[in-house]
């Protein structure tokens, strides 16, 4: 669930505000927004992500980042992604990634339209986003969406199953479900 809270506020102020705060906030249209927290499949996901990223990565191309690291939208709206991949090089006491090259949120209950909607416009807007992924934190899943030489599709790919992997050109990487959700607790077909 989401919680507004009735504050007005730019994204440079909303930095500030939020910087060492308790509790996760966002700020969708100069509003902020209190977050909740995430299942432990939530965790797993993003977690697995971020690894596969760091295995695959250039650590002095890349930075990979995760839920505490915000993404500025648009002077009005900035964003906690689960996970992003942002350029080397910036500041250490920066806020806000400076070059996002790919931003992956793994779905909540509460999150799913946010997540496949609005923010997906949001971050496909981004000149440096290369790869928007959703992952789902119920079983081996993703909607994908990569930039190719005429922008990015319509709609996601979706793709499933331990088998599937998610192939991202311009990173020149390529990360197997299986390996994103190696942690993730299967149920036994035998039994």
């Not at 100069?30 to 299942?39: L, P």
């Not at 992500?49 to 900035?78: E, G, M, N, Q, Y």
């Not at 997906?120 to 934190?137: K, N, W």
């Not at 899943?141 to 199953?161: H, L, M, T």
């Amino acid at each position: 669930m989401n919680v507004q809270i009735p504050r007005p506020m730019d994204s440079s102020a909303f930095l500030a505000w939020a910087e060492g705060r308790e509790g996760r906030h966002e700020l969708a249209n100069g509003r902020v927004i209190m977050m909740t927290g995430g299942s432990r499949g939530h965790a797993l996901v993003f977690r697995g992500l971020a690894k596969a990223l760091d295995r695959r990565l250039d650590a002095t191309r890349w930075a990979v980042l995760t839920s505490d690291f915000a993404v500025r939208i648009s002077p009005d709206t900035v964003r906690y992604p689960d996970v992003v991949v942002d350029a080397t090089g910036a500041k250490l006491g920066d806020l806000a990634a400076t070059a996002p090259v790919l931003i992956a949120e793994v779905l909540s209950p509460s999150s799913v339209t946010n997540d496949l909607g609005d923010k997906a416009r949001e971050y496909l807007h981004l000149g440096s986003v290369a790869a928007y992924l959703v992952l789902s934190q119920d079983e081996p899943k993703a909607w994908v969406w990569v930039r190719d030489e005429s922008g990015f599709p319509a709609g996601a790919e979706v793709i499933a199953g331990d088998e599937a992997t998610i192939r991202i050109p311009e990173l020149s990487i390529e990360l197997p479900l299986s390996e994103i959700y190696a942690d993730f607790p299967r149920s036994d077909s035998t039994a």
